[in-house]
T-cell receptor, first 111, second 116 residues
Framework: DAKTTQPTSMDCAEGRAANLPCNHSTISGNEYVYWYRQIHSQGPQYIIHGLKNNETNEMASLIITEDRKSSTLILPHATLRDTAVYYCIVKGGGSNYKLTFGKGTLLTVNP | GAVVSQHPSRVICKSGTSVKIECRSLDFQATTMFWYRQFPKQSLMLMATSNEGSKATYEQGVEKDKFLINHASLTLSTLTVTSAHPEDSSFYIC????????????FGNGTRLTVT
């Protein structure tokens, strides 16, 4: 599975959009981009995933560049409860579903 | 959405005893579940893949005789930490995927194990 690079930490003001970048320059054609987040002392929570098209759900939007070498997770109106570590994971398809977690980005939403 | 339940959420045990952690998929069937461990200020590390009806697959460096995994049904996997030592104190998290759909992995809320 392709390696990802994320900033160690980011800050965001409450009510503003949080844009979390992820670099995955070695991604291959059949690999998906997954985003999870982990609030302190809880298990990871699935947010969104995509292959090449942009995706949106009730939690967030995922923007994937045309060359697929990077992506951005957008939380449109961050709240204090969005403070968490956000993990960007690249994973191929097929029957092996295990995910490998990197260090992620600690997003702190400030009042 | 898919719910994965872990029990207990916290456990304290004495050194040398064994502890069992349960992971259940509440509203779906999972032929495969995954067990992770997370030490303070670190990321999740995959320990093993639990396969229903067959032996678990362990990651390199994880002792299969110390971390016993049983996946006896499509909705339950258990992790038993045998002869626990203080260095086994950690946050243990399981995950599972609905076998009937193309859905992502969902995670339990973790078990905080403290070995005294």
């Amino acid at each position: 599975d392709a390696k990802t690079t994320q900033p160690t930490s980011m800050d965001c003001a409450e009510g503003r959009a949080a844009n979390l970048p992820c670099n995955h320059s070695t991604i291959s054609g059949n690999e998906y981009v997954y985003w999870y987040r982990q609030i302190h002392s809880q298990g990871p929570q699935y947010i969104i995933h995509g292959l090449k098209n942009n995706e949106t759900n009730e939690m967030a939007s995922l923007i994937i560049t045309e060359d697929r070498k990077s992506s951005t997770l957008i939380l449109p109106h961050a709240t204090l409860r969005d403070t968490a570590v956000y993990y960007c994971i690249v994973k191929g398809g097929g029957s092996n579903y295990k995910l490998t977690f990197g260090k992620g980005t600690l997003l702190t939403v400030n009042p | 959405g898919a719910v994965v339940s872990q029990h207990p959420s916290r456990v304290i045990c004495k050194s040398g005893t064994s502890v069992k952690i349960e992971c259940r998929s509440l509203d779906f069937q999972a032929t495969t579940m995954f067990w992770y461990r997370q030490f303070p200020k670190q990321s999740l590390m995959l320990m093993a893949t639990s396969n229903e009806g067959s032996k678990a697959t362990y990651e390199q460096g994880v002792e299969k005789d110390k971390f016993l995994i049983n996946h006896a049904s499509l909705t339950l996997s258990t992790l038993t930490v045998t002869s626990a030592h203080p260095e086994d104190s950690s946050f243990y998290i399981c995950s599972a995927r609905d076998r009937s759909s193309n859905s992502p992995l969902h995670f339990g809320n973790g078990t905080r194990l403290t070995v005294t």
